[in-house]
């Protein structure tokens, strides 16, 4: 079975280890060639996401991450770039394992519209909003005064509709989320989140959240955070995602569900969710509990669904 997974970090670690290989299969990548082929994975998303070691993150480091992802990603024939959905449909006539490009966090953007306008022209499809805490753009979750989008983050919000670029409310505050729904009018996505009303962690949505996006006709990436899944629980178990996937489904959610692991993001895994190509355990708890087709939707066809209505032609 196919599978797109929508989020990882991959690309940090990268970043970060000069002397990491993509297509090598160590421990210390969660994500690499070896894994994506063990489960079958088509689609991968690699977060640009400048880790809290960098003291003043510019957008220089932007570009130099994008620059990791073309000479250690999409140099290997296995991978393609995905930009646009001829991009999509061509990759699956092939044995390529499709890259899209995204952003975490518009910290390091600085304001500044034609930096997002450049990442638009060098392939980025998905956009998160913020991170954690404030940017110039909006609050993140965890930010203590839980405020919404700065004024030129509402600048930010018409003219991103404008491009390429597919918004991601994952790591948005409550206030953020609410304000956006208001004033966006193009579908957007959550990459890495899951139900709040299973699992009260402030990155996790609430019902009504999960039900705007299904509105937009957006994409929910359930992830495999162990603490966003279960709290005060020592092991999170597969069965604990599927407690996520009926939650969403009882919303009328069916056709909206996608995964976005965090892999490579997380320092803690669900039992026998160690890595990327154990995507294989996922798809045999699904299968006892849902038909093939919903299976098939959940990990590819709602994710490719939703691509192929807002990718770029
Ligand atoms: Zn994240």
Redesign the pocket.
């Known amino acids: 079975m196919k599978i797109v997974d929508g989020?990882c970090?991959a690309l940090t670690k990268l970043y970060q280890n000069g002397k990491l290989e993509f297509n090598q299969d160590v421990l210390e990548l969660d994500v690499s060639i070896p894994k994506l082929q063990q489960a079958g994975v088509k689609v991968q998303c690699f977060?640009i996401?400048l880790p809290e070691s960098i003291p003043n993150p510019s957008f220089e480091h932007v570009l130099q991450m994008v620059d990791i992802f073309h000479r250690k990603i999409i140099s290997h024939p296995q991978m393609k770039f995905i930009r646009t959905v001829s991009d999509w449909l061509d990759m699956e006539q092939k044995q390529e394992i499709g890259a899209i490009l995204t952003l975490?966090g518009m910290d390091a953007l600085a304001g500044n519209l034609t930096n997002l306008r450049i990442l638009d022209y060098l392939g980025v499809r998905c956009a998160?909003l913020t991170?954690n805490y404030a940017n110039w753009a909006a609050d993140g979750v965890m930010e203590q005064r839980k405020g919404g989008f700065t004024k030129k983050g509402k600048l930010m919000l018409k003219e991103i509709e404008t491009m390429g670029i597919i918004v991601d409310v994952?790591?948005l505050s409550v206030a953020g989320f609410w304000e956006l729904v208001e004033v966006y009018q193009k579908p957007f996505i959550a990459s890495?989140s899951n139900a709040y009303q299973l699992c009260p962690h402030p990155r996790n949505l609430s019902d009504d959240q999960i039900k705007a996006i299904i509105q937009c006709k957006g994409i929910m990436g359930i992830t495999f955070v162990p603490y966003f899944l279960e709290n005060l629980k020592v092991q999170v178990e597969i069965s604990a995602i599927l407690k996520h996937i009926d939650h969403i489904c009882a919303l009328g959610g069916e056709s909206h569900i996608g995964f976005g692991s965090?892999f490579d993001?997380i320092e803690q895994w669900v039992k026998d969710l160690r890595h990327v190509g154990h995507y294989g355990n996922i798809i045999e708890a699904l299968c006892k509990n849902y038909t093939e087709s919903q299976v098939e939707a959940f990990l590819y066809g709602n994710w490719r669904n939703f691509m192929l209505r807002n990718l770029p032609q």
């Open positions: 989020h970090d977060a996401y975490e998160g991170w994952s790591h890495h965090d993001g």
